[in-house]
């Protein structure tokens, strides 16, 4: 797959290269492997970045210096059971727009304060054939960050911040191989203390990080079973 990185200039702060990268859009480099739903269903997630504890005022806030808000899906759920995703869910008559979905599904599964988050931007829609869902990805930034916790044990068996550093590390990252019948899909991975994060999250990730220019050279060839 070709390289989507931008120059990064050194001094240039990591909520900068996000909105920056937004803006600009980010190509979804795995359009192509995955088939198109067949019953569509409007949904949306929010890809929520920060400051690690202890950041404080730094200038400018370096990759390293983020975290991203993960959450465990509950292992007794009919859709994506015990896979790490970003908060999120489908659309309901009352929401706005994705934006709207994006937060509010954010607050009922994890609890946090909406009103720290600044928006960045939404991205291209994404196709998630596995549950039949169109989802629209939103950056946001975590201004004034809040209490973050499993709301409801029956959908969420853990919140997490997880800092970035973890994810950008080559030694965590590696080649997801998830095979059913003959077939094998393959794709970007990531092992953050033995809970490992795969396909759909994982591949939003991956895109965010090499069209930031965040991302570190790893090993695409060390493939490990799901």
Known sequence: MTSTTSPVSASEDARQTLQRTVDAGIPWRFARLLPPPRQPREAAVLILFGAVAGAGEATPLGPDELDVVLQLRAATLGSHPGQVSFPGGGREPGDADAVATALREAV??????????????????????????????VVGWWRVPSAVTAVDAAE????????????LDPGNRFTSVFRRGDRAFRGPAFDVHGTIVWGFTAMLLD???ESTGWARPWDRARERDI
């Open 156 to 167: 969420t068996a853990a919140v997490a911040r997880v800092p970035l550093a973890q994810l």
């Open 207 to 209: 895109d965010i990080l």
């Open 108 to 137: 009922e599964e994890t609890g946090l304060d909406p009103s720290g988050v600044e928006v960045l931007g939404s991205l291209a829609e994404r196709t998630l054939p596995a549950s039949d869902h169109v989802v629209t990805p």
